[in-house]
């Protein structure tokens, strides 16, 4: 496997830096060409050799050095070091979107006859994925509540190689116990791989509880402005990051130069931006369960949530997703969505601007009406993803549909 150079050293980052200096410093340093304090965009597809002996030796490995940016970029390798260091893993490996990071761990660990464990309720595509795509390969899925250890436990076969596991879900926000689970992983003798997506590394850090993987739409919180789509793997072995990193050169999901950049711009103020929205989305969960139009808010910060004891002590705060369900059911949702001004009818979720979405009829489509119903996501359920706006402005917005329902 060809190796890259490591032009952009952090070794001026103490040791312990906080997270918020990470996000900004790590994997970077001043250019070293023109001194240039932002990263350079390397936009290019290939890398000159000194010689034709240079190009022999980096294909060979026996040399580090950039060849051929499906492979490896510098821009790529930056947000790649970055991400790793503030997941605490072995490196990073950006891909063009969070599904080509799914894929890539599937395609890059799984074979025929192999057996997967997943989280009931994950992002729609994670699970249809499997069920639909990865089964024509001959490799067989059980979507567990994995909320509950002993539903893993029992689903696990001599044949499972992975357990996938998203917490908080997608967008029932059910936690799964990341050091129990690993536990009960391990023993089987199959890896444990968790989509962090929703909490970000500023809430919770699963390599640190025992995964083995950790993976990202970088979509969403790590880029943070709903502008570029992207996907990022962390694994804790050098062993899993050259399997994973060969999955990533062979199937091509490799992430472009100027999308790193940019999601390498986004990752700079993600602490800052994880903990405002965070605040904004404590407030409004209250507010939601205070108003009559309300039947129920799921939202871990609430004192209502059954895993509330479960989220401070593996997360370090509750995060910016609220799903909660109208008096009036779908049609009330469907009024509320349409009034609302500030918040964006639309997908996706962790940017600076506030999203709602009905995600049985919009994200989780795919899915049976038995499995909506069997994972909890009622026709009566919206997901609101709460951004950086100001509290009052959001309040308002909210209340006043809330209150024409
Ligand atoms: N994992 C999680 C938890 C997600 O929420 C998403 C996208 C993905 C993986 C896939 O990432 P992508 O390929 O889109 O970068 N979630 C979306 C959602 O809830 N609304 O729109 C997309």
């Given at each position: 496997?060809?190796?890259?150079?490591?032009?952009?050293?952090?070794?001026?980052?103490?040791?312990?830096?906080?997270?918020?200096?990470?996000?900004?410093?790590?994997?970077?340093?001043?250019?070293?060409?023109?001194?240039?304090?932002?990263?350079?965009?390397?936009?290019?597809?290939?890398?000159?050799?000194?010689?034709?002996?240079?190009?022999?030796?980096?294909?060979?490995?026996?040399?580090?050095?950039?060849?051929?940016?499906?492979?490896?970029?510098?821009?790529?390798?930056?947000?790649?070091?970055?991400?790793?260091?503030?997941?605490?893993?072995?490196?990073?490996?950006?891909?063009?979107?969070?599904?080509?990071?799914?894929?890539?761990?599937?395609?890059?660990?799984?074979?025929q006859g192999d057996h997967v464990v997943m989280t009931d309720t994950v992002y729609g595509p994670s699970r249809l994925?499997?069920?639909?795509?990865?089964?024509?390969?001959?490799?067989?899925?059980?979507?567990?509540?994995?909320?509950?250890?002993?539903?893993?436990?029992?689903?696990?076969?001599?044949?499972?190689?992975?357990?996938?596991?998203?917490?908080?879900?997608?967008?029932?926000?059910?936690?799964?116990?990341?050091?129990?689970?690993?536990?009960?992983?391990?023993?089987?003798?199959?890896?444990?791989?968790?989509?962090?997506?929703?909490?970000?590394?500023?809430?919770?850090?699963?390599?640190?509880?025992?995964?083995?993987?950790?993976?990202?739409?970088?979509?969403?919180?790590?880029?943070?402005?709903?502008?570029?789509?992207?996907?990022?793997?962390?694994?804790?072995?050098?062993?899993?990051?050259?399997?994973?990193?060969?999955?990533?050169?062979?199937?091509?999901?490799?992430?472009?130069?100027?999308?790193?950049?940019?999601?390498?711009?986004?990752?700079?103020?993600?602490?800052?931006?994880?903990?405002?929205?965070?605040?904004?989305?404590?407030?409004?969960?209250?507010?939601?369960?205070?108003?009559?139009?309300?039947?129920?808010?799921?939202?871990?910060?609430?004192?209502?949530?059954?895993?509330?004891?479960?989220?401070?002590?593996?997360?370090?705060?509750?995060?910016?997703?609220?799903?909660?369900?109208?008096?009036?059911?779908?049609?009330?949702?469907?009024a509320l969505m349409t009034r609302v001004r500030l918040a964006t009818l639309a997908v996706s979720l962790g940017g600076?601007?506030?999203?709602?979405?009905?995600?049985a009829s919009m994200t989780h489509a795919g899915l049976s009406a038995a499995e909506l119903e069997a994972t909890g996501?009622?026709?009566?359920?919206?997901?609101?993803?709460?951004?950086?706006?100001?509290?009052?402005?959001?309040?308002?917005?909210?209340?006043?549909?809330?209150?024409?329902?």
């Open positions: 496997m060809p190796h890259h150079a490591d032009p952009k050293d952090s070794a001026h980052l103490p040791e312990d830096a906080g997270i918020e200096t990470r996000a900004i410093h790590a994997g970077q340093a001043p250019d070293p060409v023109y001194g240039a304090v932002a990263p350079p965009i390397y936009q290019t597809s290939t890398f000159a050799f000194a010689s034709p002996e240079q190009g022999e030796r980096r294909f060979a490995g026996k040399e580090e050095g950039y060849i051929y940016t499906r492979l490896a970029n510098p821009t790529t390798r930056m947000l790649e070091d970055c991400v790793a260091s503030l997941e605490g893993g072995h490196a990073g490996i950006a891909v063009a979107s969070g599904m080509g990071a799914v894929s890539t761990i599937f395609l890059g660990l799984l074979s994925l499997l069920e639909h795509d990865l089964s024509r390969f001959g490799i067989d899925a059980s979507f567990v509540d994995t909320s509950r250890t002993e539903n893993l436990q029992q689903a696990l076969r001599s044949e499972t190689r992975l357990v996938f596991i998203e917490t908080p879900t997608n967008p029932t926000l059910r936690l799964s116990d990341l050091a129990a689970c690993a536990r009960i992983c391990h023993q089987a003798g199959a890896l444990m791989v968790v989509d962090n997506t929703f909490a970000s590394p500023v809430l919770q850090r699963p390599l640190e509880r025992g995964a083995d993987i950790v993976m990202h739409s970088t979509t969403k919180y790590i880029n943070g402005h709903g502008d570029v789509v992207g996907g990022i793997i962390i694994a804790r072995t050098a062993e899993l990051h050259q399997r994973l990193l060969r999955a990533r050169i062979y199937f091509g999901a490799s992430m472009d130069p100027h999308q790193s950049w940019l999601v390498l711009r986004g990752l700079k103020t993600l602490p800052l931006r994880v903990r405002a929205a965070q605040d904004n989305a404590q407030s409004l969960a209250r507010m939601l369960e205070d108003h009559p139009a309300v039947r129920r808010v799921i939202y871990p910060g609430l004192a209502t949530h059954p895993q509330r004891v479960l989220a401070s002590r593996q997360m370090e705060g509750p995060g910016s997703m609220i799903a909660f369900e109208l008096a009036g059911g779908y049609e009330a949702g469907k600076v601007e506030t999203l709602i979405e009905h995600p996501i009622s026709p009566a359920l919206v997901r609101l993803a709460v951004g950086c706006e100001s509290l009052a402005d959001l309040e308002q917005d909210l209340s006043r549909a809330l209150d024409s329902l």
